[in-house]
């Protein structure tokens, strides 16, 4: 005769039925999927927006400050080459750019007529 030790005992779910753990398990999907295909267009936009400026992750203060700097230390070492490209990109990329980057772009254009370009 089978004693109660040796009928195997399933304790109650703590969550509820199958049925709503199942429904959960679908929403759950449903917005990772909704998430997915907005990183997606983001990333789409992203991109595009880079095809056709591709200077703009760069267009803020900090990287032009830096720069700037690199520019004229290779300047200061007498890297002529690499002041001259530093140079032309910050006047490149600022170009484009807002009325707080024109500093910058002045300076580069300043240090471009320092070392005989144009």
Known sequence: MPSESDTPVTPPSPRGSPRRARRVAIALAAVA???AAGGAI??????T???SDPGFPYRDRATFEKLLKRARD???RG???SAITTYRFIVAVGARGDSTLEPYTVAARAGLERVGVP
Do not use: K, P, Y
């Not at 983001?42 to 991109?47: D, H």
């Open 33 to 35: 999927l909704v998430m």
């Open 42 to 47: 983001s990333f789409r936009r992203f991109v």
């Open 49 to 51: 927006h880079t095809r």
């Open 74 to 76: 290779a300047e200061q």
């Open 79 to 81: 890297d002529r080459a």
